[in-house]
Nanobody, 120 residues
């Protein structure tokens, strides 16, 4: 139905930057709100940032002023620009999307996750 594929994770030193991308694909789908979640070792998955189809954004306090979420509706793609990274930003980052599929029903989808490690 809907596949989400993330890219852009990796190892970066504290203070560095990374840009995550997530592409949504599927047959006759309409993508609504998209977001990024982080799961650190031993912790629950938590919201990092989300963006509606019309561009309204929401950020967790931990990423405000450092992270920027954006999207390209024509490409069904969402981005997360992360600057001034800290060790506590380490975790697996998951892309999330609400999508209306061909049947007209709406579901929530998750990507497979991409590892972000902030360490010197």
């Amino acid at each position: 139905q809907v596949q989400l594929v993330e890219s852009g994770g990796g190892l970066v030193q504290p203070g560095g930057s990374l840009r995550l991308s997530c592409i949504a694909s599927g047959n006759r789908i309409s993508i609504g709100t998209m977001g990024w979640y982080r799961q650190a070792p031993g912790k629950q998955r938590e919201l990092v940032a989300s963006i509606t189809r019309d561009g309204s954004t929401n950020y967790a306090d931990s990423g405000k002023d450092r992270f920027t979420i954006s999207r390209d509706n024509a490409k069904n793609t969402v981005y997360l620009q992360m600057n001034s990274l800290k060790p506590e930003d380490t975790g697996v980052y998951y892309c999330n999307a609400r999508a209306t599929v061909q049947s007209g029903l709406r579901y929530t989808y998750w990507g497979q996750g991409t590892q972000v490690t902030v360490s010197s």
